[in-house]
């Protein structure tokens, strides 16, 4: 991995940078995007990442830190972890604003009330990459996928945020 997607995922999981952003008068990182992303050559090659082996094996290491039931996720399992992402990338956002998107996102993700394939979380898992990676180096989308393992290993508790207003 080159120092630039080391550095570049080192900030999407910074606590302070939005609060620096913020204060700097510039956008927040989730507000943040690349345009040049949505190009037809990029769109293409963002597709194909999701098919690359060592992104395949990254995606796979992520789903089996999840509870499974025969290859079956539950809901309580799918939000638990959900906001636990969440925590990681917008630490300043509230619990239940980020509960709220994990419902959301639930049925979104999943074709049953109660249940999300390891196909389907996977295909969330990098849906959630490709929205925070600004290139389309597979070398960016391993580093942020691999940083998220110990935030599912229990080593980031999801903590509630207080509203200050």
């Not at 395949?56 to 079956?72: I, K, N």
């Not at 959900?82 to 996102?105: C, G, K, M, S």
Request: hydrophobic share 35%.
């Amino acid at each position: 991995m080159c120092i630039r997607d080391s550095l570049q995922t080192a900030l999407v999981f910074n606590p302070w940078r939005d609060r620096v952003a913020e204060m700097d008068g510039k956008l927040v990182y989730a507000e943040d995007g690349n345009l040049s992303m949505d190009n037809e050559k990029n769109s293409k090659m963002r597709t194909e990442l999701r098919s690359h082996p060592a992104v395949e094996d990254a995606l796979g290491r992520l789903t089996s830190l999840y509870t499974q039931v025969d290859g079956m996720i539950g809901k309580d399992e799918y939000v638990r972890n959900y906001l636990r992402i969440f925590q990681a990338l917008q630490p300043d956002v509230p619990t239940a604003e980020a509960q709220q998107e994990a419902e959301e996102d639930w049925r979104s993700d999943s074709t049953d009330h109660n249940f999300i394939s390891q196909q389907q979380l996977a295909r969330s898992l990098f849906e959630l990459a490709d929205l925070w990676c600004k290139s389309v180096d597979v070398n960016e989308y391993l580093a942020f996928l691999d940083t998220l393992v110990p935030k599912l290993r229990g080593g980031y508790p999801v903590q509630a945020v207080q509203q200050t207003q």
